[in-house]
């Protein structure tokens, strides 16, 4: 077995259903053991849809999208994909070609240190010396994609590597990573103090980020907002976790949000990031979201917390088992006076659209 047929083999274990991208002389080993796997191949226009296509095929699948390309301009053509899915937490596998190992850092034709050029936006990145690595290199990588904060892995992967025999192959059942150990369960302090401030406020408010439609947990933002009613805000990112109706959700906020739904972060107590960036896009003036308020953020990435703004209870961890810790606290709360204070925000906010709607205006 080649170090090519070692990649695809890894790809299929990891049940890859489509692979995206634009072959070259470095990455051509690849191409040619791919053409015999039942895995689809996408040939695209141009190495940067490549990277883009695989990172939308993530987005809708939830699955991590692999894009492959030669090394050199065709590497290099990627790095917008790679940082767009780093930006957005995108789980990515990017494959790249590479010039001849002995042949790397000598300027040769094609070369690219793609590894030190997207260092600060991928995850994780590997050159491979050796075939005998690839499937401990493409177990971890996959792994790494998929856990903690998403987002994408390069593996560069020189020609001569590709062509090379392995001994043996073994793809492995665990992985042994000291370095890498991302928290999965919130820490139960933490949790209890959240609620002690929920039980000592009177307007709270969840916003949520996209950081909840890419951990699938959707269905338990609801359980929780409606379990314990508070109501709900969502940034851009966010939208499609509460449904438009649902009498908890008061719409976007941001520069294009809704009034009310501005509004109520405004007059909240007490706020819950969950799975959000305290963000100018969604938060104008983000250091000044602490004052006269408690933040309440919840995030898998413990770099997140504290970068714009500083809560007075921070809590990382895995959203999913979050919000499972969240849901088995047996508290009743009740916040009725604030919500129909909310709804009063929005029934005004849509009596005024309603008054521009009749408005006679030329030439529109």
């Not at 690595?133 to 020609?159: C, N, Q």
């Not at 338990?220 to 969502?234: T, Y």
């Not at 819950?272 to 919840?298: C, F, Y």
Request: charged share 25%; proline share 5%.
């Amino acid at each position: 077995m080649t170090g090519a047929n070692a990649i695809v083999k890894c790809l299929e274990l990891e049940k890859v259903g489509y692979v995206f991208g634009y072959p070259g002389v470095a990455i051509c080993p690849f191409f040619d053991s791919l053409e015999s796997s039942e895995i689809n191949s996408v040939l695209v226009r141009s190495e940067q849809n490549a990277a883009h296509e695989a990172s939308g095929y993530a987005r809708i699948s939830g699955k991590p999208g692999v894009c492959a390309v030669t090394s050199g301009p065709g590497a290099t053509n990627v790095i917008t994909g790679i940082a767009t899915a780093f930006a957005d937490s995108i789980p990515l596998v990017v494959i790249t070609g590479q010039v001849e190992s002995r042949l790397l850092g000598s300027d040769v034709f094609q070369e690219a240190d793609i590894c030190g050029a997207c260092e600060s936006f991928v995850k994780y990145s590997y050159t491979l010396r050796n075939a005998e690595e690839i499937p401990r290199v493409f177990k971890e990588a996959f792994h790494i994609a998929m856990t903690g904060r998403k987002g994408p892995v390069l593996i560069d992967i020189p020609i001569d590597v590709q062509k090379a025999s392995l001994r043996k192959f073994q793809y492995p059942d665990e992985l042994k990573m000291r370095t890498y150990k991302p928290t999965v369960q919130g820490n139960p302090v933490q949790i209890k103090r959240m609620f002690q401030r929920l039980q000592n406020v009177k307007r709270p408010i969840l916003c949520v980020g996209g950081g909840v439609l890419l951990a699938n947990v959707a269905k338990k933002v609801r359980d929780f907002s409606h379990r314990f009613n508070i109501p709900v805000v969502s940034t851009m990112m966010g939208l499609g976790t509460m449904q438009d109706l649902d009498p908890l959700y008061f719409g976007m906020v941001g520069n294009n949000g809704r009034s009310y739904g501005n509004k109520a972060m405004n007059k909240a107590e007490l706020i819950i990031m969950m799975g959000a960036r305290v963000a100018d896009r969604s938060i104008s003036q983000p250091d000044l979201i602490t004052e006269n308020k408690t933040l309440i953020h919840i995030d898998v990435d413990p770099a997140e917390i504290g970068k714009n703004a500083g809560p007075e209870i921070p809590l990382v961890g895995d959203l999913s088992s979050v919000l499972d810790s969240l849901l088995a606290v047996k508290e009743e709360l009740s916040y009725t006076e604030w919500i129909e204070e909310l709804n009063g925000f929005k029934e005004e906010a849509e009596l005024l659209v309603e008054k521009k709607k009749k408005k006679s205006c030329i030439p529109l």
